[in-house]
């Protein structure tokens, strides 16, 4: 297994929620920022959903309005896992969705993809109507 394992995506309905996990390294989960982001179909770039600063938990999430107010990013230090919640999904939620972490100690940078050194294989969510 690599540094960050995803897990918890699946194939649900439109208005379903589900919960994704990103277990980690403790080389990648200490004191590092650790993100979500999603490969929509048909996209070149990944964008971000949210990120945590494991060190004190600060949050910061994507700006986008399709997404704001339904997802939710947390963490269980002790298991060195981050959680994303997301609920109220919508058919436009369906991508691959993969765990990211930056390459060094210190707060969360911009979240675009090329700030972060390390990735899972990701887990995909399709929602559908």
């Known amino acids: 297994q690599g540094d960050l394992v995803e897990s918890g995506g699946g194939a649900v309905q439109v208005g379903a929620s589900l919960r994704l996990s990103c277990v980690a390294s403790?080389?990648?989960?200490?004191?590092?920022?650790i993100a979500w982001f999603r490969q929509p179909p048909g996209k070149e770039r990944k964008e971000v959903v949210a990120?945590?600063?494991?060190?004190?938990?600060?949050?910061?999430?994507s700006p986008s309005a399709s997404m704001k107010g339904r997802f939710a990013i947390s963490q269980d230090t002790a298991n060195h896992t981050v959680y994303l919640q997301m609920t109220t999904l919508k058919a436009e939620d369906t991508s691959r969705y993969y765990c990211?972490?930056?390459?060094?100690?210190?707060?969360?940078?911009?979240?675009?993809?090329?700030?972060?050194?390390?990735w899972g294989q990701g887990t995909q969510v399709t929602v559908s109507s």
């Open positions: 990211a972490a930056t390459p060094r100690y210190g707060h969360c940078p911009e979240l675009f993809e090329w700030n972060f050194g390390s």
């Open positions: 403790a080389e990648v989960f200490i004191g590092r920022c």
């Open positions: 990120a945590i600063y494991t060190y004190d938990s600060s949050a910061y999430y």
